[in-house]
């Protein structure tokens, strides 16, 4: 896009100049970040100060978050590691499953679920190997990533009852609490996106992608995992814990520091103030 073009030139300026600047490019709003009210200028107010620093940085990796994981809950199972290293070859090829998940362990945005009866070798090779060249610290100023060593991590595919990739819940953890739910639909084929209170009511509120007109049924299991989200959120005062809900399991996905690196901002605008009213920024 142009935008991100646009947005790639600025990497001379200061990261609270950068995020100022792309946010007006992405959305035609300038932040406050000297008395920040919206919930986008309090979570980039986080991103800029460096806010709660050795925390972030700590979850920011898929595997040591893992550790956090195990240490805050004992309520949500983690996904199983196939394999990890830097390196993803034709022999670890051949002796994973025929269907896993891929990911690269320093940013989001680079999963793939695989089925091998689908693609070869080749192709998921070259896509690996492009993750090793992104670096979210500096294109995006996400400065949690920079620490983080390049590797590579393959989980265990989790599937629902009918073979499908199980919707991913998030849950916007506010000063420990969970005041939102984001549900994701079909996001490898026709993205589609809710928010949902946390009595699960459909909220008339859009990020990104459009509602679903699809009835999305309370999850048996979301009381467990409004439980789990809020016990790895509580040392934070924001937090986006992702789960994905498979029957009465709760299984871990990531914990997000800044959502959409702090460059989105929701439909209609108001609710990004009512949404950054509840968010109290915690002192150091």
Known sequence: MVKDYIIKSF?????????????????????DLSNPRTFPEKINYIKVNKHQEALRRLVSDRISVRRY??????????????????????????ELPKKFVIKATHGSKMVKVVDKEKVCFEDIEKEVNA???????????EW???????????EEFIETDDGCVPPDYKFFCINGKVCL?????????????????????????????????????????????????????????????????????????????????????FTPKQFNYSLGEKLNIRGE
Not at 11 to 18: I, M, Q, T, V, Y
Not at 131 to 141: F, T
Not at 226 to 234: M, N, R, T
Request: one cysteine or more; charged letters at 30%; aromatic letters at 16%.
């Open 11 to 31: 990497d001379f300026l200061s990261d609270e100049a950068f995020v100022k600047i792309a946010f007006f490019i992405k959305n035609f709003t300038w932040l």
């Open 69 to 94: 994981v195990e240490k805050k809950t004992n309520d949500c199972r983690l996904i199983s590691v196939l394999w990890s290293g830097i390196t993803f070859d034709e022999k670890t090829w051949e």
């Open 131 to 141: 993750w090793k060249y992104v670096d979210y610290a500096n294109k995006s100023r």
């Open 144 to 154: 949690y990533y920079s620490s983080i060593e390049k590797k590579i991590i393959v």
């Open 181 to 265: 739910i984001q549900v994701d639909i079909e996001r490898f084929i026709n993205h589609e996106r809710n928010f949902y209170t946390a009595d699960f009511e459909l909220m008339p509120i859009t990020l990104n992608y459009n509602r679903s007109d699809k009835c999305i049924e309370k999850p048996s299991s979301l009381e467990k995992a409004i439980d789990v989200a809020e016990g790895l959120s509580v040392d934070f005062d924001f937090i986006r814990v992702d789960l994905y809900l498979v029957g009465e399991n709760v299984y871990f996905g990531e914990m997000t520091n800044i959502p959409d690196s702090g460059l989105a901002q």
